[in-house]
C-alpha cells in the first residue's frame, strides 16, 4: 500500500504566486483532509471531504484558499495569491469510512513564500 | 465541543527510562481517543487508539495508554525510552457532528537523553 501521496514535498515561490498543493489518498478512502502545521499554531484542519464533497470547510482561513476534490482518487489545495504567512507545513490525510476511523497522513508539502 | 490538552510541550527523558505524556480531553460524548506520533520532517503516524473497548490500550513501539473516565485523561506511557522514541507525540479526540473530524491537541515535543 503506498499511503497517502502529496506533491510536491517542498514548494518555494514568492509572494503573490498562485501555490497548488496535491493529494491522492488511500485507494478505498472515501475521506479526505486537508491540515497545515505552524510553530505558532499547531495543527489545523483547513476542510474535509467525504465521498468527494466537501463537509466542513469553516477552517479555511480566507477566500485565497480553496481545496477541490474532483474524484475519490485526486484532491488539490489552492491559495492564490500566496503570503508569507502562509507559509507552513500541510498535510492531506484520509479516512475509510465516515465515523470514528483513524486518519492517515501523508508526509505533508512544506511551503515557502518569500 | 470535545478538546483535549495535553500538559508540557517538550518532555526530556534519559535512555531507558520511563515516557509519561499526558492528556486529559473534554468530551459531552463517549470519546474516541488517539496518540500520533510525528517524526522530524514526516507525516503524523498513528500509536494507538481507544474506542470503548478495553481501557489500557497497546500500541507500536512499545506504547501504550489507559483510559480514564473519572479522570477524563488518556496518558501515554512507555517503561523505557529509546533514542529513536524522539518525537513529537499529539493526542486527538474525534468530533464533529458525524464522527469524523479529529481535534489535536498541542503536542508534547520528546527528547531522549543517551
Known amino acids: 500500500d503506498a499511503g497517502v501521496i502529496q506533491s510536491p514535498r517542498h514548494e518555494v515561490t514568492e509572494m503573490g504566486q498562485e501555490v497548488t498543493l496535491r493529494c491522492k489518498p488511500i485507494s478505498g478512502h472515501n475521506s479526505l483532509f486537508w491540515y497545515r502545521q505552524t510553530m505558532m499554531r499547531g495543527l489545523e484542519l483547513l476542510i474535509y471531504f467525504n465521498n468527494n464533497v466537501p463537509i466542513d470547510d469553516s477552517g479555511m482561513p480566507e477566500d485565497r484558499f480553496s481545496a477541490k476534490m474532483p474524484n475519490a482518487s485526486f484532491s488539490t489545495l489552492k491559495i492564490q495569491p500566496s503570503e508569507p504567512r502562509d507559509s507552513a507545513v500541510y498535510f492531506c490525510?484520509?479516512?475509510?469510512?465516515?465515523?470514528?476511523?483513524?486518519?492517515?497522513f501523508g508526509p505533508g508539502t512544506r511551503l515557502t513564500v518569500l | 465541543a470535545q478538546s483535549v490538552t495535553q500538559l508540557g510541550s517538550h518532555v526530556s527523558v534519559s535512555e531507558g527510562a520511563l515516557v509519561l505524556l499526558r492528556c486529559n480531553y473534554s468530551?459531552?460524548?463517549?470519546?474516541?481517543l488517539f496518540w500520533y506520533v510525528q517524526y522530524p520532517n514526516q507525516g503524523l503516524q498513528l500509536l494507538l487508539k481507544y474506542t470503548s473497548a478495553a481501557t489500557l490500550v497497546k500500541g507500536i513501539n512499545g506504547f501504550e495508554a489507559e483510559f480514564k473516565k473519572s479522570e477524563t485523561s488518556f496518558h501515554l506511557t512507555k517503561p523505557s525510552a529509546h533514542m529513536s522514541d524522539a518525537a513529537e507525540y499529539f493526542c486527538a479526540v474525534i468530533s464533529g457532528a458525524a464522527g469524523n473530524k479529529l481535534t489535536f491537541g498541542g503536542g508534547t515535543r520528546v527528547l531522549v537523553k543517551p
Open positions: 468530551s459531552s460524548v463517549p470519546p474516541y
Open positions: 490525510a484520509s479516512s475509510p469510512g465516515t465515523s470514528y476511523n483513524e486518519q492517515f
